[in-house]
């Protein structure tokens, strides 16, 4: 119950496509879902987050859409750039319910994105 | 925004001795911080959760007395890998927690030799 499933594992996209990336959890405790950014040889650097009280959150050309029935939660890259090729973590914690909570991460997605 | 900084970086020790490696909020205080383990390619593996002036809570099967954890105040915590061996050679990042989520550190490579 506290396994955060992301998918696809890698994903190629083309210069100025769309990069969509999946994630799915179990525990209905959850309440904060963020997606973090990781270059080789560097820490995980938070991108966006979203709350369960709202279905879509949108920063820069980044946006996370979240369906709380499904359980289920992605990531989608507008104009997708070839700077923006790293590996994406979504994760997920009971942020509000004390002190512990800590964040279950999904797999990784290694994002290739081609000039 | 919120900073995590750890240091050092890089590392390269001998076998046989131990390694600190240390972990700060610079501009908020974290009564909770996290320290993972990651393996080449794959996801952040949770070993242990600090709490200010508490024991830490560790994993399963990550030894507490190989990995010593100390969080002894609200802007610092350390890991000190002990009797490091070649098997220990990995990359390290610790995770503070604040009031609006997680923030990590820029994660420290260490390599036993």
């Known amino acids: 119950q506290q396994q955060v499933k992301q ?19 179990e525990n209905t405790a959850f309440d904060y879902f963020p997606w973090y950014q990781q ?6 650097a938070l991108l966006i987050a979203i709350r369960p009280d709202v279905s879509e959150k ?8 979240f369906n709380k029935s499904a359980k289920q939660f992605s990531l989608h890259i507008m104009d997708s750039q070839p700077g ?14 004390g002190s512990q909570g800590n964040l279950i991460f999904g797999k990784g997605t290694k994002l290739s994105v081609k000039p | 925004g919120a900073v995590v900084s750890q240091h050092p970086s890089r590392v390269i ?30 996801s952040l593996m949770l070993m242990a959760t600090s709490n200010e002036g508490s024991k830490a809570t560790y994993e399963q099967g990550v030894e507490k007395d190989k990995f010593l954890i100390n969080h002894a105040s609200l802007t610092l915590s350390t890991l000190t890998v002990t009797s490091a061996h070649p098997e220990d ?3 390290y990042i610790c ?15 260490l390599t036993v030799v």
């Open chain 1, 7 to 25: 998918s696809p594992q890698s994903l190629i996209v083309q210069k100025g496509g769309i990069s969509i990336i999946n994630c799915a959890y």
């Open chain 1, 39 to 44: 270059f080789p040889g560097k820490g995980p």
């Open chain 1, 58 to 65: 949108k920063e820069g050309r980044f946006t996370i859409s």
């Open chain 1, 84 to 97: 923006d090729s790293a590996t994406y973590f979504c994760a997920a914690s009971n942020l509000d319910g």
């Open chain 2, 13 to 42: 020790c001998k076998s046989g001795t131990s390694v600190k490696i240390e972990c700060r909020s610079l501009d908020f205080q974290a009564t909770t911080m996290f320290w993972y383990r990651q393996f080449p390619k794959q």
């Open chain 2, 89 to 91: 050679s990995s990359f």
């Open chain 2, 95 to 109: 995770s503070a927690r604040g009031i609006d989520g997680y923030t990590f550190g820029s994660g420290t490579r």
